[in-house]
């Protein structure tokens, strides 16, 4: 059973800055990789950033938040983050944490948080 509870959003400006955390309860699952996926209204839910839980600090990022945000982990809270700077208008959804029993970015796994609204006004 593995459950995932995303905290942290919110409402900001333009160029300001929030960190997500994803906390990952898992009990007889192995989670290889969490991923942030958002969901803007209107438009299909993508990857925004996913991180492999193997201790290799490997991950990957949507093009669009290259540069601006940082996934990483702290295993002894078992939380993944997902630090976001100089937010952008367009960066406004529902950010859901995955988590993935595949060790694999191309596909998303089958836990999901139940996300977390961040909306940047400009």
């Known amino acids: 059973q593995v459950q995932l509870v995303e905290s942290g959003g919110g409402l900001v400006h333009t160029g300001e800055s929030l960190r997500l955390s994803c906390t990952v309860s898992?009990?007889?699952?192995?989670?290889?990789?969490v991923g942030w996926y958002r969901q803007a209204p209107g438009k299909q839910r993508e990857l925004v950033a996913a991180?492999?839980?193997?201790?290799?600090?490997?991950?990957t990022y949507a093009e669009s938040v290259k540069d601006r945000f940082i996934i990483s982990s702290d295993t002894a809270k078992d939380t993944v983050y997902l630090e976001m700077r100089s937010l952008r208008p367009e960066d406004t959804g529902i950010y859901y944490c995955?988590?993935?029993?595949?060790?694999?970015?191309?596909?998303?796994?089958?836990?999901w948080g139940h996300g977390t609204q961040v909306t940047v006004s400009s």
């Open positions: 995955n988590g993935n029993e595949l060790p694999t970015f191309e596909t998303a796994g089958d836990f």
């Open positions: 898992r009990s007889g699952s192995s989670i290889f990789v």
């Open positions: 991180l492999a839980l193997s201790g290799f600090n490997v991950s």
